[in-house]
């Protein structure tokens, strides 16, 4: 018995101790890679063109309903009560629009960005593919999931460099 289990452990003790083959790996913040890109740049400006004058009316409102806490705050307590409730009522109703409009806004840019993700990914890849290429890289891990990699092994300039050359 002692000599079935010492030849299993030997088995196994050898095949733990088998070399392992060197393998070429690339590191990539494919995030990095397209928002540094210049038509990420680009699709960002015409975004910030296109939602300019929600941004302003929200930070328009944000200074009245600041105003009118303020007020409420050191007025309320002097102020009769149908002006306290009509600074209240217009306290609800700015604070909504407010709620609405940052809504809008966010949800405008979450559709540019999807709308720029799926129109760059086929650009991307190829990016990616001629890096991998040019290195004969094995395999390209996201950034992310990396504890530690040496700054040599990270791809993501060269990929935003050769991403951009491709538009």
């Not at 409730?85 to 966010?106: A, D, E």
């Amino acid at each position: 018995m002692r000599k079935v289990i010492g030849a299993l452990g030997l088995g196994l003790l050898s095949i733990v101790s088998l070399p392992v083959m060197a393998t070429e790996v690339g590191v990539l913040d494919w995030r990095e890679a397209l928002m540094s890109s210049d038509s990420a740049q680009a699709s960002m400006n015409q975004l910030k063109n296109r939602i300019s004058s929600q941004q302003q009316q929200a930070q328009s409102l944000s200074e009245e309903l600041q105003q009118l806490q303020q007020r409420l705050q050191k007025d309320g307590d002097v102020m009769s009560e149908s002006e306290r409730n009509s600074v209240t009522q217009q306290l609800r109703q700015k604070g909504g629009q407010f709620q609405q409009l940052r809504g809008q806004i966010s949800q405008a840019q979450q559709q540019a960005e999807q709308q720029y993700l799926k129109s760059a990914k086929p650009k991307l890849d190829q990016a990616i593919q001629k890096v991998v290429s040019e290195h004969d890289l094995d395999m390209v891990i996201d950034r992310d999931a990396v504890v530690y990699s040496e700054d040599s092994l990270d791809i993501t300039s060269e990929v935003t460099q050769i991403f951009n050359s491709l538009n």
